[in-house]
């Protein structure tokens, strides 16, 4: 069994002779790729000759887990050669996109600040508490799921967009191709029972009745993809405070989805420690958000670290991040 640096080299000197007969000319690149919370070993295929270079890229880390599984070099290599081969001939490819087009299809995501800072470098974003608010590029959606690109320097370039005016395009275009959702986690359960082909009658004695300030509230979109950020338009938490009548707490549980609380259930270092211990033992490296505690106060319609010491603490929404909650209130 080899380690992942032998296995690298042995990919790196092997892979090509995988691949069909036009790939062969192809220069094979490995380089470290910034990813949300994790550095990633990704290998492209450049053509020296064309115009514009543009290769999808196949990342040695995930082929390593599949060698540990199957501990079948020859089979990883395969599979991971026709991956390539098919992300060549089926996958849009960014550069011949229309640049033009692009202003009606950029999003946003929130990741965490602390733990991506040499990826943030390379790309527009604004800090939120400790957060960041990036920006993708959303190429197609399907019933096959989204395919997206991040917004990075050279690209927001190419697209003649600043930092400013992609975050005010993400702000509306985030809201309409990936509407916000705030559910109970009981209607969440029994949509997934109902799902699977129980009778609806069981469902409704299975899962019983709770208050509403006792019950978890799921902030996340339609498509359930980077829905955390879905928490920024303060309309939503506001209706939900409301029908509360209570501040809420938000528990960042990864970058697809929060979880509200009335603020009432608990204590926010409590709270805290949970979420701490939930990322660390289930939830995968690359979405985790946050270990923080959010408050968001009803009254001053107001998001702002729950946990932060007096001294430390940020003072109501971050000045740029405040056109998400005015886009909200106007609503």
Known sequence: MMNYEIFKEVV???????????YQDMTLRVESVNKVNKKLDGMTLLDESADKNVSPTIYINDMY????????????????????ERAFTEAPVVGNLDFDSAKDNIVFQVINTMQNQDMLQDMPHREFQDLSII?????????????????????????????????????????????????????????????????AEMVEVMIGEIPEDKMMWIISNERGVNGAGSMLYEDNLHKLAMKLETDLYILPSSVHECIAVSADMGDPYELAE?????????????????????????DARR???????????????????QLIYEAGKSR
């Not at 790196?12 to 036009?22: D, G, I, M, R």
């Open 12 to 22: 790196a000197e092997k892979f090509k002779s995988y691949l069909p007969s036009q």
């Open 65 to 84: 887990e599949h060698y540990l599984q199957t501990e079948n070099l020859q089979e990883v290599l395969q599979k991971a050669a026709e991956t390539m």
């Open 135 to 199: 920006y993708r590029w959303v190429v197609k959606i399907d019933e096959q799921g989204v395919q997206s690109a991040v917004v990075r320097n050279n690209m927001a370039k190419q697209m003649g967009m600043t930092e400013e005016q992609l975050f005010k395009a993400a702000v509306e275009n985030t809201r309409r191709i990936f509407p916000p959702t705030v559910k109970s986690m009981n209607d969440v359960m029994k949509e997934m029972f109902i799902a699977d082909g129980m009778p």
């Open 274 to 298: 949970m979420v701490n211990e939930i990322n660390m033992g289930q939830v995968a490296l690359e979405e985790r958000l946050s270990n923080q505690v959010y408050h968001y106060d009803k």
């Open 303 to 321: 998001l702002t670290l729950a946990t932060d010491t007096p001294n430390k603490r940020l003072d109501g929404i971050v000045a740029e991040a």
